[in-house]
Protein backbone atom coordinates (compact mmCIF):
# COMPACT_ATOMS: atom_id res chain seq x y z
CA UNK A 1 0.00 0.00 0.00
CA UNK A 2 2.96 2.34 1.21
CA UNK A 3 5.50 1.27 -1.72
CA UNK A 4 2.45 1.87 -4.29
CA UNK A 5 1.52 5.90 -2.97
CA UNK A 6 5.49 6.35 -2.19
CA UNK A 7 5.95 8.97 -4.31
CA UNK A 8 2.69 10.38 -3.86
CA UNK A 9 3.01 10.54 0.38
CA UNK A 10 6.90 12.32 -0.56
CA UNK A 11 5.00 14.91 -2.84
CA UNK A 12 1.96 15.63 -0.26
CA UNK A 13 4.01 15.25 2.99
CA UNK A 14 6.70 18.28 1.13
CA UNK A 15 3.72 20.07 0.30
CA UNK A 16 1.85 19.83 3.92
CA UNK A 17 5.29 20.34 5.85
CA UNK A 18 6.14 23.61 3.66
CA UNK A 19 2.68 25.01 4.38
CA UNK A 20 2.16 24.16 7.81
CA UNK A 21 5.25 25.49 8.63
CA UNK A 22 4.35 28.79 6.79
CA UNK A 23 0.89 29.35 9.26
CA UNK A 24 3.69 28.38 11.91
CA UNK A 25 6.12 30.85 11.27
CA UNK A 26 3.31 33.36 10.05
CA UNK A 27 0.90 33.01 12.62
CA UNK A 28 3.52 32.84 15.52
CA UNK A 29 5.62 35.86 14.95
CA UNK A 30 3.11 37.91 13.74
CA UNK A 31 0.51 38.57 16.10
CA UNK A 32 0.02 41.52 18.48
CA UNK A 33 -3.05 42.42 20.15
CA UNK A 34 -2.05 45.69 22.08
CA UNK A 35 -2.41 48.95 20.64
CA UNK A 36 -3.99 48.09 17.57
CA UNK A 37 -5.26 50.44 15.09
CA UNK A 38 -7.60 49.45 12.22
CA UNK A 39 -7.25 49.69 8.30
CA UNK A 40 -10.62 49.67 7.31
CA UNK A 41 -10.31 50.11 2.94
CA UNK A 42 -13.72 50.72 1.85
CA UNK A 43 -15.16 49.45 -1.96
CA UNK A 44 -13.64 52.73 -3.30
CA UNK A 45 -10.49 51.77 -1.95
CA UNK A 46 -10.70 54.82 0.53
CA UNK A 47 -8.67 54.04 3.64
CA UNK A 48 -10.09 54.52 7.35
CA UNK A 49 -7.81 54.19 10.42
CA UNK A 50 -9.40 53.95 13.25
CA UNK A 51 -7.04 54.15 16.64
CA UNK A 52 -9.05 51.29 18.82
CA UNK A 53 -6.05 52.25 21.78
CA UNK A 54 -8.15 55.04 22.18
CA UNK A 55 -11.97 53.44 21.95
CA UNK A 56 -13.76 52.61 25.27
CA UNK A 57 -15.07 48.87 25.96
CA UNK A 58 -18.39 50.08 24.54
CA UNK A 59 -18.92 48.90 21.09
CA UNK A 60 -19.45 51.93 18.90
CA UNK A 61 -20.73 51.40 15.06
CA UNK A 62 -19.74 52.24 11.94
CA UNK A 63 -20.79 52.33 8.31
CA UNK A 64 -18.74 51.34 5.91
CA UNK A 65 -19.19 51.83 1.92
CA UNK A 66 -19.78 48.78 0.38
CA UNK A 67 -20.30 47.72 -3.41
CA UNK A 68 -23.38 46.37 -3.36
CA UNK A 69 -24.38 47.21 0.21
CA UNK A 70 -22.92 49.25 3.31
CA UNK A 71 -21.30 47.33 6.28
CA UNK A 72 -22.15 47.97 10.02
CA UNK A 73 -18.85 47.46 11.66
CA UNK A 74 -18.57 47.52 15.76
CA UNK A 75 -15.18 48.96 16.95
CA UNK A 76 -14.43 49.19 20.99
CA UNK A 77 -11.18 49.05 22.55
CA UNK A 78 -8.62 46.91 20.42
CA UNK A 79 -11.00 44.93 19.01
CA UNK A 80 -13.50 45.08 15.79
CA UNK A 81 -16.17 42.51 14.51
CA UNK A 82 -18.83 43.16 11.58
CA UNK A 83 -22.30 43.34 12.45
CA UNK A 84 -24.03 43.43 9.60
CA UNK A 85 -23.35 42.48 5.55
CA UNK A 86 -25.41 41.83 2.72
CA UNK A 87 -23.23 38.89 1.17
CA UNK A 88 -24.60 35.72 0.86
CA UNK A 89 -22.13 33.59 3.23
CA UNK A 90 -21.64 35.67 5.98
CA UNK A 91 -18.17 34.86 6.31
CA UNK A 92 -17.17 38.11 7.05
CA UNK A 93 -19.91 38.71 9.67
CA UNK A 94 -19.23 34.76 11.16
CA UNK A 95 -15.09 35.71 11.99
CA UNK A 96 -16.74 37.40 14.93
CA UNK A 97 -14.06 39.86 16.84
CA UNK A 98 -10.89 40.04 16.05
CA UNK A 99 -8.26 41.66 18.16
CA UNK A 100 -4.91 39.94 16.79
CA UNK A 101 -2.67 41.73 14.28
CA UNK A 102 -2.26 38.67 11.79
CA UNK A 103 -6.01 37.95 11.04
CA UNK A 104 -7.79 40.44 8.49
CA UNK A 105 -11.88 40.29 7.75
CA UNK A 106 -12.26 39.86 4.45
CA UNK A 107 -15.52 40.50 2.65
CA UNK A 108 -15.13 39.95 -1.43
CA UNK A 109 -18.89 40.58 -2.10
CA UNK A 110 -18.53 43.75 -1.33
CA UNK A 111 -15.06 44.53 -1.70
CA UNK A 112 -14.12 45.39 1.77
CA UNK A 113 -11.63 44.33 3.98
CA UNK A 114 -10.22 45.19 7.66
CA UNK A 115 -6.63 44.71 8.97
CA UNK A 116 -5.67 45.34 11.86
CA UNK A 117 -2.11 46.65 12.54
CA UNK A 118 -0.08 47.37 15.41
CA UNK A 119 0.65 50.66 16.74
CA UNK A 120 3.63 50.24 19.37
CA UNK A 121 5.34 53.35 18.20
CA UNK A 122 2.18 55.28 19.70
CA UNK A 123 2.20 57.84 17.02
CA UNK A 124 -0.80 59.57 16.03
CA UNK A 125 -3.36 58.39 13.83
CA UNK A 126 -5.20 60.53 11.31
CA UNK A 127 -8.53 59.30 11.90
CA UNK B 1 -18.26 3.24 -33.59
CA UNK B 2 -21.69 5.64 -33.64
CA UNK B 3 -23.07 3.81 -30.66
CA UNK B 4 -19.63 4.49 -28.91
CA UNK B 5 -19.32 8.40 -29.91
CA UNK B 6 -22.98 8.58 -28.51
CA UNK B 7 -21.72 6.70 -25.31
CA UNK B 8 -19.38 8.99 -25.20
CA UNK B 9 -21.12 11.96 -25.64
CA UNK B 10 -24.21 11.31 -23.40
CA UNK B 11 -21.06 10.48 -20.61
CA UNK B 12 -19.68 13.43 -21.33
CA UNK B 13 -23.07 15.55 -20.91
CA UNK B 14 -23.63 13.54 -17.48
CA UNK B 15 -19.71 14.18 -15.84
CA UNK B 16 -20.45 18.49 -16.81
CA UNK B 17 -24.10 18.28 -15.40
CA UNK B 18 -22.65 16.51 -12.07
CA UNK B 19 -19.66 19.08 -12.25
CA UNK B 20 -22.39 21.83 -12.25
CA UNK B 21 -24.30 20.71 -9.39
CA UNK B 22 -21.63 19.86 -7.51
CA UNK B 23 -20.09 23.03 -7.71
CA UNK B 24 -23.89 24.67 -6.88
CA UNK B 25 -23.86 22.21 -3.98
CA UNK B 26 -20.73 23.12 -2.59
CA UNK B 27 -21.00 26.79 -2.42
CA UNK B 28 -23.83 26.26 0.15
CA UNK B 29 -20.71 24.67 2.15
CA UNK B 30 -18.77 27.57 3.84
CA UNK B 31 -15.52 26.44 5.96
CA UNK B 32 -15.24 30.09 7.38
CA UNK B 33 -12.70 31.22 5.03
CA UNK B 34 -13.72 33.66 3.05
CA UNK B 35 -14.03 31.86 -1.27
CA UNK B 36 -12.65 28.44 0.04
CA UNK B 37 -14.56 25.28 -1.26
CA UNK B 38 -15.00 21.39 -1.04
CA UNK B 39 -13.38 21.28 -4.23
CA UNK B 40 -15.86 18.60 -4.67
CA UNK B 41 -16.31 19.50 -8.52
CA UNK B 42 -12.43 18.93 -8.88
CA UNK B 43 -13.65 15.18 -9.19
CA UNK B 44 -15.38 15.36 -11.99
CA UNK B 45 -12.67 17.39 -13.89
CA UNK B 46 -9.93 14.69 -13.04
CA UNK B 47 -11.76 11.88 -14.02
CA UNK B 48 -12.33 13.75 -17.68
CA UNK B 49 -8.93 14.15 -17.39
CA UNK B 50 -8.21 10.72 -17.33
CA UNK B 51 -10.75 9.05 -19.04
CA UNK B 52 -10.91 11.34 -22.07
CA UNK B 53 -8.27 14.03 -22.51
CA UNK B 54 -6.70 17.44 -21.53
CA UNK B 55 -9.43 19.09 -23.79
CA UNK B 56 -12.45 17.43 -22.89
CA UNK B 57 -11.75 18.29 -18.88
CA UNK B 58 -11.05 21.94 -20.03
CA UNK B 59 -14.61 21.74 -21.96
CA UNK B 60 -15.90 20.29 -18.61
CA UNK B 61 -14.21 23.11 -16.14
CA UNK B 62 -15.07 26.06 -18.51
CA UNK B 63 -18.99 24.48 -18.70
CA UNK B 64 -18.99 24.03 -14.75
CA UNK B 65 -18.00 27.76 -14.11
CA UNK B 66 -20.21 29.61 -16.44
CA UNK B 67 -23.14 27.57 -16.05
CA UNK B 68 -22.95 27.28 -12.08
CA UNK B 69 -22.04 31.21 -11.66
CA UNK B 70 -24.86 31.95 -14.27
CA UNK B 71 -27.49 30.04 -12.13
CA UNK B 72 -26.13 31.18 -8.70
CA UNK B 73 -26.16 34.59 -10.04
CA UNK B 74 -22.64 35.28 -9.41
CA UNK B 75 -21.72 35.46 -13.40
CA UNK B 76 -18.60 37.77 -14.52
CA UNK B 77 -18.39 38.78 -10.76
CA UNK B 78 -15.28 38.37 -8.41
CA UNK B 79 -16.09 34.88 -7.44
CA UNK B 80 -16.20 34.17 -11.47
CA UNK B 81 -13.13 35.14 -12.22
CA UNK B 82 -11.19 33.52 -8.84
CA UNK B 83 -13.11 30.00 -10.20
CA UNK B 84 -12.57 30.36 -13.30
CA UNK B 85 -8.42 31.44 -12.87
CA UNK B 86 -8.30 28.87 -10.08
CA UNK B 87 -10.41 26.28 -12.62
CA UNK B 88 -7.52 26.36 -15.20
CA UNK B 89 -4.26 27.00 -13.40
CA UNK B 90 -5.31 23.46 -11.59
CA UNK B 91 -6.17 21.52 -15.02
CA UNK B 92 -2.62 23.20 -16.36
CA UNK B 93 -0.76 21.95 -13.23
CA UNK B 94 -2.33 18.23 -13.56
CA UNK B 95 -2.25 17.75 -16.96
CA UNK B 96 1.39 18.45 -16.75
CA UNK B 97 2.22 16.53 -13.89
CA UNK B 98 -0.11 13.80 -15.15
CA UNK B 99 2.05 14.10 -18.36
CA UNK B 100 5.67 14.68 -17.21
CA UNK B 101 6.13 12.20 -14.19
CA UNK B 102 3.99 9.28 -14.74
CA UNK B 103 4.66 7.13 -11.83
CA UNK B 104 2.29 9.62 -9.85
CA UNK B 105 -0.81 8.28 -8.71
CA UNK B 106 -4.28 9.90 -9.09
CA UNK B 107 -4.28 11.30 -5.34
CA UNK B 108 -1.01 13.16 -5.62
CA UNK B 109 -2.08 14.55 -9.07
CA UNK B 110 -5.33 16.11 -7.71
CA UNK B 111 -3.20 17.35 -4.74
CA UNK B 112 -1.09 19.33 -6.88
CA UNK B 113 -4.33 20.59 -8.65
CA UNK B 114 -6.42 21.84 -5.69
CA UNK B 115 -3.07 23.69 -4.54
CA UNK B 116 -2.51 25.23 -7.90
CA UNK B 117 -6.61 26.17 -7.71
CA UNK B 118 -6.26 27.92 -4.55
CA UNK B 119 -3.21 29.62 -5.37
CA UNK B 120 -4.97 31.26 -9.01
CA UNK B 121 -8.00 32.37 -6.42
CA UNK B 122 -5.54 34.25 -4.16
CA UNK B 123 -4.13 35.44 -6.90
CA UNK B 124 -6.69 37.04 -8.43
CA UNK B 125 -8.30 38.09 -4.93
CA UNK B 126 -4.89 39.79 -4.22
CA UNK B 127 -5.26 42.01 -8.19
CA UNK B 128 -8.77 42.57 -6.73
CA UNK B 129 -8.74 43.37 -3.05
CA UNK B 130 -4.65 43.84 -2.25
CA UNK B 131 -2.33 42.12 0.00
CA UNK B 132 -5.84 41.14 2.78
CA UNK B 133 -6.09 37.86 0.91
CA UNK B 134 -2.49 36.78 1.24
CA UNK B 135 -2.81 36.36 5.56
CA UNK B 136 -5.45 33.27 4.31
CA UNK B 137 -2.66 31.86 1.98
CA UNK B 138 -1.05 29.11 4.51
CA UNK B 139 -4.29 28.61 6.25
CA UNK B 140 -5.78 28.08 2.69
CA UNK B 141 -3.10 26.02 1.09
CA UNK B 142 -3.19 23.48 4.16
CA UNK B 143 -6.96 23.26 3.63
CA UNK B 144 -6.10 22.58 -0.58
CA UNK B 145 -3.95 19.67 0.66
CA UNK B 146 -6.41 17.96 2.70
CA UNK B 147 -8.99 18.48 -0.09
CA UNK B 148 -6.76 17.31 -2.42
CA UNK B 149 -5.94 14.38 -0.92
CA UNK B 150 -9.89 13.23 -0.69
CA UNK B 151 -10.74 14.81 -3.95
CA UNK B 152 -7.82 12.34 -5.37
CA UNK B 153 -9.11 9.26 -3.25
CA UNK B 154 -12.52 9.72 -4.28
CA UNK B 155 -11.41 9.95 -8.19
CA UNK B 156 -9.16 6.82 -8.06
CA UNK B 157 -12.16 4.99 -6.89
CA UNK B 158 -15.28 6.29 -9.25
CA UNK B 159 -12.85 5.32 -12.31
CA UNK B 160 -12.95 2.29 -11.22
CA UNK B 161 -16.86 2.09 -11.82
CA UNK B 162 -18.28 -0.25 -14.50
CA UNK B 163 -19.38 3.07 -16.80
CA UNK B 164 -15.84 3.94 -17.51
CA UNK B 165 -14.06 1.24 -18.04
CA UNK B 166 -14.99 0.95 -21.43
CA UNK B 167 -13.24 4.29 -22.35
CA UNK B 168 -10.14 3.92 -20.39
CA UNK B 169 -7.30 3.78 -22.65
CA UNK B 170 -4.27 1.17 -21.98
CA UNK B 171 -2.39 3.52 -20.22
CA UNK B 172 -4.56 5.57 -18.38
CA UNK B 173 -5.91 1.60 -17.12
CA UNK B 174 -2.73 1.33 -16.12
CA UNK B 175 -2.51 4.78 -13.84
CA UNK B 176 -6.20 4.02 -11.94
CA UNK B 177 -4.81 0.16 -11.24
CA UNK B 178 -2.03 2.01 -9.28
Known amino acids: MFKKYKRDIILISSLLIISLLACLVYFNFNGSSTNLVANITDSNNVVTQIDLEKETDTEREITVDGLHEDLKVGVKHNAIRVIYSSCPHQDCVKMGTVSITNKPIVCLYNKVYIVLISNADGNDINI | ?178
Not at chain 2, 73 to 78: L, N, S, V
Open chain 2, 1 to 178: MRKNLIKKISLISILAALAIILSIVESFIPLGIPGVKLGLANVVIIIALYIFNFWYALGIALVRVFVSTLLLGTIFQMGFFMSLTGSILSLLAMFLLKTIFKKLSVVGVSTVGSVFHVSGQILIAILYMGNAMVYYYPLILVCSIVTGVLTGFVSLYVMKLKVFKSFNSTENKEEIQK
